[in-house]
């Protein structure tokens, strides 16, 4: 089947890894674009290979997405080394424990989950308009390693929405600015893939050329959200921060609920 692509799924999966680029270079969550694309254009594939290639196409718009803002934004490394080292550990933990069980279970909370970050945010005018870190230096250390390690084995586990948890965690947790806290959650999504892929790749769950493939798509709308989000500022990003988890609310609740009212 995987050589044997019509040009329309090609077409659907290069049109989702650009929309997917574009919006997790700016808030994160682009993995609820991909991923579902995968799943819908290829669902005679193993789960555990499809989310193996998308790591492939995931981590080089990341990884371009977070040299960008490293250029422009004063990432607080104090905070995001610690959750990125222990991101490692998460993912990879995560991302041998997929290739064992089902999703279903993180997939039916995953709307919840999505909810009340849209309604936090909601509720907070304030939230992250200003850059005002609110915990001392090993604080900042010893939860940014938590956080790491939490969301980094989610993202192994599962994945969709790994960067705008993380944003809001450095947004509401630490108090950084919506800019700083995207600079930071984009190096650590970086190690979430990479430690994720040192598992797929080997145990043979990636298509490579696939993942290649979208990769370049990936790349292409990472430099536009990129762009869009470092000249548009903080207030632009918390405006589509909502309105991508409002969508996405719509669209995961209705994949993971729909089965048991039809």
């Known amino acids: 089947m995987i050589h044997d692509m019509v040009p329309t799924v090609l077409a659907g999966l290069f049109a989702a890894a650009f929309g997917a680029g574009l919006i997790d270079a700016m808030v994160g969550g682009g993995g609820l674009i991909q991923i579902p694309a995968l799943f819908g254009?290829?669902?005679?594939?193993?789960?555990?290979?499809?989310?193996?290639?998308?790591?492939?196409?995931?981590?080089?718009g990341t990884t371009f997405a977070a040299?960008?803002?490293?250029?422009?934004?004063?990432?607080?490394?104090?905070?995001?080394?610690?959750?990125?080292?222990?991101?490692?550990?998460?993912?990879?933990?995560?991302?041998?424990?997929?290739?064992?069980?089902?999703?279903?279970?993180?997939?039916?909370?995953?709307?919840?989950?999505?909810?009340?970050?849209a309604l936090y945010?909601?509720?907070?005018?304030?939230?992250?308009?200003?850059?005002?870190?609110?915990?001392?230096?090993?604080?900042?250390?010893?939860?940014g390693a938590c956080v790491g390690?939490?969301?980094?084995l989610y993202d192994?586990?599962?994945?969709?929405?790994?960067g705008s948890f993380l944003m809001v965690a450095f947004v509401v947790f630490f108090g950084f600015d919506f800019l700083a806290a995207t600079a930071g959650a984009k190096v650590?999504?970086?190690?979430?893939?990479?430690?994720?892929?040192?598992?797929?790749?080997?145990?043979?769950?990636?298509?490579?050329?696939?993942?290649?493939?979208?990769?370049?798509?990936?790349?292409?709308?990472?430099?536009v959200g990129a762009a869009i989000a470092i000249k548009r500022g903080a207030g632009f990003v918390r405006r589509i921060l909502l309105g991508v988890v409002l969508v996405l609310i719509v669209k995961t609740g209705?994949?993971?609920?729909?089965?048991?009212?039809?």
């Not at 209705?254 to 048991?260: A, H, K, M, T």
């Open 156 to 162: 192994g586990f599962f994945g969709p929405g790994t």
């Open 41 to 60: 254009f290829l669902p005679g594939i193993g789960h555990a290979s499809l989310l193996g290639t998308n790591k492939i196409s995931s981590v080089v």
């Open 254 to 262: 209705w994949d993971s609920y729909s089965p048991f009212f039809l």
């Open 67 to 117: 040299q960008r803002y490293a250029r422009v934004i004063q990432i607080p490394w104090n905070a995001v080394w610690p959750a990125t080292l222990m991101a490692l550990v998460g993912a990879f933990i995560g991302a041998y424990i997929v290739t064992q069980i089902s999703t279903e279970t993180l997939r039916l909370l995953l709307p919840v989950l999505l909810s009340a970050v």
């Open 149 to 152: 390690l939490a969301i980094g």
């Open 188 to 223: 650590v999504n970086v190690a979430c893939n990479l430690a994720s892929l040192a598992w797929f790749a080997p145990s043979g769950h990636v298509i490579a050329w696939l993942g290649f493939s979208m990769a370049f798509f990936n790349l292409l709308g990472a430099q």
């Open 121 to 143: 945010t909601f509720l907070r005018k304030d939230l992250g308009s200003v850059h005002a870190p609110k915990l001392s230096r090993s604080r900042e250390r010893f939860f």
